[in-house]
């Protein structure tokens, strides 16, 4: 069984839901508490053990690539002040030279082109692909818990939750095979169905380990549900040939793609950090 090594981070997309801000800023660089949404997918994945990661970029995203160079006048500014602290942790945050890969994506036609374009990134490797707006709050991160189901089926898995079956509609959803308890063996995967038709409530969210073979379904380029490349549907197609297995994920989501679950991040966030907690309790009760 090949490691994983490599990493898709797709944020070519256009962030619509948070237009105004989007406009200029890449979503993909909104912070929670002090940090970028994107830094957070790079830190669980190096925690998993990546080395390689692929942006796959498009207008207007520059500054993800530009967030992870060497700010050297930056640096230079704050030994001379004496900050050595924040030098030191921006210096402990720094990524191996060589490991950032970008990609561009041209136009948005959808979460599966967008992983097809790394089609040469990924070459024969299983890859991980983490979606930076969901952000995860998980003791071991969400990325490690699926390489390690990963290296114990030997082949694909995806991170999935129960959702509430009236907001099926808005995931890929899980035909189930045979429920293991952490690990759902699956024999099918559904793109936003209509509640009357969704096989289940188990839902995949966007954490992924893939095996490369899913490049020859996407290169297809078969439109799906709102007339998009979908990744589900590519991973449907997988099924039959490989082991696919959900894996229940043990910490919390926060899908900060949607406004409500971005605000909710940025309390949850603050309240985990030792600097943020105490005013947070403070002024938090002031909102009842
Ligand atoms: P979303 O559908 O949540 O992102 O895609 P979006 O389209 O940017 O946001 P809205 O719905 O208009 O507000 C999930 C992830 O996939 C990337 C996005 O950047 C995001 O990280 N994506 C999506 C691409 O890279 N390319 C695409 O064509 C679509």
Redesign the pocket.
């Known amino acids: 069984m090949k490691p994983l090594k490599k990493a898709v981070l797709?944020?070519?997309?256009?962030?619509?839901?948070?237009l105004p801000t989007t406009k200029a800023l890449a979503?993909?660089m909104l912070p929670v508490v002090d940090k970028p949404l994107i830094q957070y997918a790079v830190e669980e994945a190096r925690a998993a053990g990546i080395e390689q990661f692929c942006f796959?970029t498009?207008r207007g995203k520059t500054a993800i690539v530009e967030h992870f160079d060497v700010a050297y006048e930056l640096e230079r500014t704050l030994e001379e002040r004496g900050k050595h602290d924040v030098l030191a942790s921006l210096r402990s945050q720094a990524l191996p030279p060589g490991s950032i890969n970008t990609v561009r994506?041209q136009v948005?036609?959808?979460?599966g082109?967008?992983i097809w374009c790394a089609r040469a990134f990924i070459g024969e490797d299983p890859f991980a692909i983490l979606?930076?707006?969901d952000l995860m709050l998980c003791e071991t991160p969400c990325t490690q818990q699926l390489a390690e189901a990963y290296y114990e089926t030997g082949g694909n898995v995806v991170a999935i939750e129960e959702v509430p079956m009236e907001r099926v509609k808005n995931y890929g959803v899980l035909d189930i095979a045979e429920d293991k308890g952490k690990l759902v063996s699956v024999k099918g995967l559904v793109e936003k169905p209509p509640v009357e038709y969704a096989p289940s409530n188990l839902t995949v969210i966007?954490r992924y380990v893939l095996m490369p073979q899913v490049i020859e379904y996407l290169a297809r380029m078969e439109r799906g549900a709102g007339g998009?490349v979908q990744l589900t549907d590519a991973m449907a197609k997988l099924i039959p040939h490989q082991p696919f297995h959900g894996v229940r994920y043990e910490g919390r989501r926060f899908d900060c793609?949607d406004k409500a679950g971005y605000l909710e991040a940025q309390i949850a966030f603050a309240l985990k950090r030792a600097d943020m907690a105490p005013a947070v309790r403070e002024f938090l009760p002031k909102y009842r």
């Not at 948005?108 to 979460?111: A, D, E, I, N, R």
């Open positions: 797709p944020v070519a997309g256009l962030g619509t839901r948070f979503k993909e796959i498009g994506q948005p036609m959808g979460l082109h967008a979606l930076p707006d966007g998009e793609g």
